[in-house]
């Protein structure tokens, strides 16, 4: 069944893709960084996610600061957020198999979501308003939310930010040699702890930028908001190669593009959507199990 | 100090199980067990089942699976729709009508309960010929992937599966005997699986895959034995759970139910049968009797109010508190045996008895 | 550390344990035999945690201002036990399973989310208790159970509301549905407008569906809009359907929303903001047009102590709580057969209107209320009655 397809829906639906992808390339790049030093899969990635949303909600209405003052501050409280779930739920567990430690990150995924239940409560709140950000622009027939024009931006300095971070700074070639190989980083002189409670601060931080964004796009929290968004964005990350940060971005953009234009050309697959992008994670571990940027390691002995 | 004798365990042994015999044909007549506390040792049964099929594969096995949500929900639906009687179900089938193959299907409750767990098979065996040349995390990834996929498919089949709105008076056959019964069978075909040479072998996998594959090992033949074993178990649980339940929807398969299975057999130790059964007692029990949290309590002298959700909040952090300081589980990767019982009250007894020439020495 | 850190958890485990003799004692010695003690037991069997919390706490705000209210029937107190189902289905059959045989409460109230009442229904039918739902709408939690009631409509009749109110008063001919298809409230609710609204000769020009936690619409909605259809229909939860709507003003199309009574709840305003302006919903109820002298008892009760609007649901748990004492008082006693004998025949006038039962155990209201969503504000629109 496809539809009479116009060429102004197209358009539509590609800015659409651009928009959502850009949200999902900025968790995923906390998902592809963790797992870049600590060969770990943060589970608890998408409830770091759903606590910064409530920070920016309770730092406007009860602390009533202006949005950009509560946008900052929730964005430094994240990142410590990050680095005090490390400290307390990893680093005990370093010399651990891998497996306890992705045992630990789905275990402080549990304690954070039942947390929010109790502290903030099952019932939604809105995300605040930023008209700001939420009025609607019209260019020829096509409308768009201003926000879906700051996007791209905020994903592409964000992601330009901390590649020079990367391969520009001291900090940023620690990072690199831990992820290389730890041991060795470690022989070096690179205060490893240092390394990963860094890591997880901007990754953190980034979350709650794409946090940031998401609420102003879907006005909705609870603290299991962040579970769909989290699983989304770890799709794209492995569809790009996890641990590869380019390549989280990329595969966050394909997967944006992906679940529009089958809801466009495909309607009547829509309640499929879902399996789609997992069909797509399957076919990408199959045939290229680094994923579309990442590269080939071989087995150690 | 001496253990014990390997006479005296088999004796010891021999009278727990005779005595479990006697409780759980007292609990079955009602005599022992209330309802309540029944159907709670009918989901520790279940949940028991559940994490040794997840234990088979990820503990024995060394294969990090999470797609125990979907092989269950296949169990489910399978024993559902076999043992739903035709009528009931027509009048369930209200948003699109029910598929008439479907609807004629009958079966007893232990050919459903099979049926279903042949049915998870049948699915991880397709599942399982591109997936398990993964490893670590992308087998985990790839796995939850399925699990989902299963769901979301189960979601829409709606002839088949009467899609979200779900299946409901599933007879209420599986009673305290049948649950306690399956676990017990399942524990005791585990027990030998690990002694036989396949048994072995899965843990040589475990160990050290390459070590083993030099050995000569087939390790795709082995890992798609356990993987369908593992789902097979699974299958069964999910094929229980739906006649203790009563109703079922796909919703309740998320992948998140696989994390709980899991949490579960992390508390009872990977790599321990005996770990399994006990962690999911644990499990279910204390969640149950945390249930004085949500309802306001007396802690010493103030008077807590209510706090929906207090309840799971202690019970993840008690949980966090395991994974974090007692990180092999209660049984780590070995069996129960009276001796972890025997040893330490010997050593307290030995050392009232001789106190002077043990003190200072507490760092067993 | 490791020791201090075993010693914090036994001393935690140690205050538990002290805290459960103190709040478990305390509720054993009410306990005992249901119908020979003092008190009356309600069960209140309601999602307090998980997804559908919101709803679950506007019921039991509802129920417990009731409560206050009536207090106590045949001359003993009420006493309401709450059990927390969690918004899951192997929960609910616990938490069923532990008002009732445990606690021994005498009828039940509940639950929020038909799924969770159809998980706890076996429970209540084999051990003969009475469970009173309040906005439980899926056609199959009383389907074969003879003691499962509800005080709500259900999806038929909304169904034909809104298809009627589409056809005639809004004058539609051509609408399109986008539907949550994983929630079998809103499939139903699908089905039957759209049987309803073909017999009335209208066409649906497309139907389109969304999963819950779904928060990008712009695919659905183009689809639909492509027809240009003369309103959008969208039966699901509030949260999507808030940004569903937030997203179709977006595109710039005004077109004319409709919704069931899941949309009624203070969050479909609060998220959705100016975009749910002129949404159209059926109800239960609304404080601006009072049914009878119940609904003006109940409207100063809640904003008297909750400070703001009542919601429908918390009126279902209102009427659920009065019909039940009703109930209670009508039959003389708590047994079983005797209460359902009195609701067989009692008419109780509810705060969303006079609710008496037919022999499924469905409240026979012909009578549903349309809103329509103003200045951030569900405005009363018309009071709807069929045969």
């Not at chain 2, 649950?179 to 475990?206: E, N, Q």
């Amino acid at each position: 069944m496809i539809q009479n397809l116009t060429t102004e829906m197209f358009i539509q639906s590609v800015a659409n893709a651009i928009s959502v992808g850009s949200l999902y390339a900025m968790v995923a790049i906390g998902y592809t960084m963790v797992y870049g030093i600590l060969r770990l899969i943060n589970f608890a990635h998408s409830d770091i996610f759903m606590m910064s949303m409530y920070f920016v909600f309770y730092l406007i209405t009860i602390f009533a600061l202006p949005w950009p003052i509560a946008f900052i501050a929730a964005v430094l409280a994240t990142g410590v957020l990050g680095i005090v779930v490390e400290a307390a739920a990893y680093r005990p567990l370093r010399e651990a198999p891998r497996i306890s430690v992705l045992i630990s990150s789905i275990g402080v995924s549990y304690l954070m979501e039942n947390f929010g239940v109790v502290v903030f409560s099952g019932i939604q709140k809105q995300f605040p308003p930023v008209p700001a950000f939420q009025s609607v622009v019209v260019i020829g027939s096509i409308y768009f939310q201003k926000l879906s024009l700051y996007m791209p931006v905020v994903t592409a300095i964000s992601v330009v930010g901390l590649l020079y971070l990367i391969d520009k700074t001291k900090i940023g070639m620690a990072m690199r040699a831990t992820s290389k190989d730890y041991e060795t980083a470690k022989l070096m002189g690179i205060n490893i702890n240092t390394v990963i409670s860094t890591t997880f601060a901007i990754g953190s931080m980034l979350a709650c930028v794409g946090a940031i964004m998401w609420g102003l796009k879907y006005p909705k929290i609870e603290p299991y908001v962040g579970i769909m968004p989290g699983l989304k964005c770890f799709i794209a990350a492995v569809i790009g190669g996890i641990g590869n940060i380019k390549g989280a971005v990329v595969g966050a953009y394909l997967l944006g593009f992906m679940e529009i234009m089958i809801v466009l050309f495909i309607p009547a697959l829509s309640s499929y959507k879902d399996a789609f992008a997992f069909i797509m994670l399957i076919a990408i571990l199959l045939l290229r199990p680094a994923g579309i940027l990442g590269e080939k390691k071989a087995d150690k002995v | 100090m001496k253990d014990l004798s390997k006479n005296a365990s088999r004796i010891l042994t021999a009278v727990a199980l005779a005595g479990f015999a006697v409780f759980l044909w007292l609990a079955y007549k009602g005599i022992a067990l209330g309802p309540y506390e029944a159907r709670i040792v009918r989901l520790s049964g279940i949940y028991a089942i559940a994490a040794l099929s997840m234990n088979l594969i990820n503990g024995f096995t060394g294969q990090f699976s999470l797609g125990q949500a979907g092989f269950m929900a296949l169990g489910a639906y399978t024993t559902s729709l076999l043992v739903i009687p035709p009528e009931a179900k027509e009048s369930l089938y209200w948003v699109e009508p029910i598929n008439p193959f479907v609807r004629n299907l009958q079966a007893p409750f232990l050919v459903a309960l099979i049926a279903g767990g042949l049915m998870a098979s049948f699915f991880a065996f397709f599942i399982g010929f591109p997936v398990l040349r993964l490893k670590g995390d992308y087998l985990a990834i790839a796995t939850l992937g399925f699990s989902e996929i299963i769901r979301i498919f189960i979601t829409n089949l709606i002839p088949i599966t009467n899609g979200p709105v779900g299946l409901k008076n599933i007879p209420s056959t599986a009673n305290i005997l049948w649950t306690s019964l399956s676990c017990a069978a399942i524990v005791v075909l585990l027990l030998r699986l690990m002694k036989t040479s396949y048994g072995r072998t899965f843990k040589a996998i475990r160990d050290d895959e390459v070590a083993a594959e030099a050995m000569g090992i087939s390790l795709f033949k082995h890992k798609l034995m356990s993987f369908l074993l593992s789902a097979f178990i699974a299958g069964i649980s999910g094929g229980l759970l739906a006649s203790v339940v009563g109703a079922i929807t796909p919703a309740y398969f998320r992948f998140t139910l696989a994390y709980e299975i899991l949490l579960i057999v992390v508390l009872g130790g990977q790599g321990s049968i005996t770990g399994s059964v006990v962690g999911a007692i644990i499990l279910s029990v204390s969640k149950e009797w945390l249930r004085f949290l949500d309802s306001g309590f007396n802690l010493l002298f103030f008077r807590v109010p209510e706090i929906a959700g207090l309840r799971m909040l202690v019970f993840s952090l008690l949980l966090m508190a395991i994974i974090l300081f007692y990180r092999r589980g209660l049984f780590g990767s070995r069996e129960f045996s009276w001796n972890s019982i025997y040893r330490p009250i010997a050593f307290l007894i030995n050392k009232i008895r001789k106190p002077k020439k043990e003190a200072g020495d507490d760092s067993a | 550390m490791k020791k201090a850190i075993s010693l914090a958890l036994a001393l935690t485990l140690a205050v538990s344990f002290a805290a459960c003799g103190g709040g478990g004692g305390g509720g054993n010695s009410q306990g005992g035999g249901g119908s020979e003690s003092d008190v009356i037991k309600i069960g209140v069997f309601e999602p307090l945690t998980g997804g559908n919390a919101g709803g679950g706490e506007l019921e039991v705000r509802g129920i417990e201002l009731a409560h206050e209210k009536y207090g106590e029937v045949l001359g003993k107190k009420i006493e309401l036990v709450k059990a927390d189902n969690k918004s899951d289905a192997v929960e609910a059959s616990v938490a069923a399973s532990r008002l009732v045989e445990s606690e021994k409460v005498d009828i039940v109230i509940g639950s929020w989310g038909s799924t969770l009442s159809n998980a706890g229904g076996p429970i209540f039918k084999e051990n003969k208790i009475v469970c009173m739902g309040a906005s439980c709408t899926n056609p199959n939690v009383t389907n074969s159970n003879e003691y499962y009631y509800r005080v709500c409509f259900i999806d038929p009749f909304q169904g034909t509301v809104l298809a009627n109110y589409a056809f005639n008063d809004l004058g539609a001919k051509n609408v399109a549905i986008i539907f949550e298809s994983s929630n079998d409230y809103a499939v139903g609710l699908k089905n039957f407008f759209e049987e309803a609204f073909k017999e009335l000769g209208g066409t649906i020009s497309s139907t389109s569906t969304y999963q819950l936690d779904d928060t990008d619409f712009s695919s659905q909605l183009q689809a639909a809009l492509a027809n240009n259809p003369d309103c959008i229909f969208a039966p699901g939860n509030f949260t999507e359907a808030a940004l569903m709507m937030q997203q179709a003003r977006q595109t710039g199309s005004d077109i004319q929303f409709l919704g069931g009574d899941t949309f009624e709840v203070p969050e479909l305003i609060t998220i959705g903001g100016d975009a749910v302006e002129g949404c159209a919903i059926t109800s239960f109820f609304d404080p601006a047009a009072p049914i009878n002298d119940t609904t003006t008892e109940f409207i100063e009760a809640y904003r008297a102590k909750y400070n703001e609007e009542p919601a429908a649901f918390a009126a279902l748990g209102y009427d659920a709580y009065v019909t039940v004492y009703k109930a209670i008082e009508a039959a003389g006693s708590v047994d079983s057969d005797a209460i359902r004998d009195a609701l067989s025949t009692i008419v109780v006038p509810g705060a969303t209107g006079n609710i008496r039962f037919n022999d499924k155990g469905d409240a026979i209201i012909n009578l549903a209320v349309l809103k329509v969503v103003k200045d951030g504000k569900f405005e009363y629109l018309s009071t709807v009655t069929i045969d």
